[in-house]
Nanobody, 127 residues
Framework: QVQLVESGGGLVQAGGSLRLSCAAS????????MGWFRQAPGKEREFVAA????????NYLDSVKGRFTISRDNAKNTLYLQMNNLKPEDTAVYHC????????????????????WGQGTQVTVSS
């Protein structure tokens, strides 16, 4: 069982930056592929980024490549998403998620491939 709590969301102007954090409970954080997803009103939940268990491999949604960076600190049981050059279309509730137990796949963007979810943090980008 993994419990996830996101923080760091807020209101920012276009071109600004935010850093999201996801604190995980439990001793097995380092065995999970971790991902960030987002959901805007009236839209389906969308894959944003994923990172392998040891942080050595990452995968991104095309529209955030070069602007967002996913990272993790296994010693602190924490996942991060650094978001730069934010755009109004990035406005959404951002959720972190855990997949696998050494069976996750960073290239599988389906929300159903993730086992545990946080409640989400709101990111609003004004134009």
């Amino acid at each position: 069982q993994v419990q996830l709590v996101e923080s760091g969301g807020g209101l920012v102007q276009a071109g600004g930056s935010l850093r999201l954090s996801c604190a995980a409970s439990g001793r097995t954080f380092s065995s999970y592929v971790m991902g960030w997803f987002r959901q805007a009103p009236g839209k389906e939940r969308e894959f944003v980024a994923a990172i392998s268990e040891n942080g050595g491999r990452t995968n991104y949604l095309d529209s955030v490549k070069g602007r967002f960076t996913i990272s993790r600190d296994n010693a602190k049981n924490t996942l991060y998403l650094q978001m730069n050059n934010l755009k109004p279309e990035d406005t959404a509730v951002y959720h972190c998620a855990a997949s696998g137990g050494y069976s996750g796949n960073i290239y599988d963007p389906r929300p159903t491939s993730y086992d545990y979810w946080g409640q989400g943090t709101q990111v609003t980008v004004s134009s």
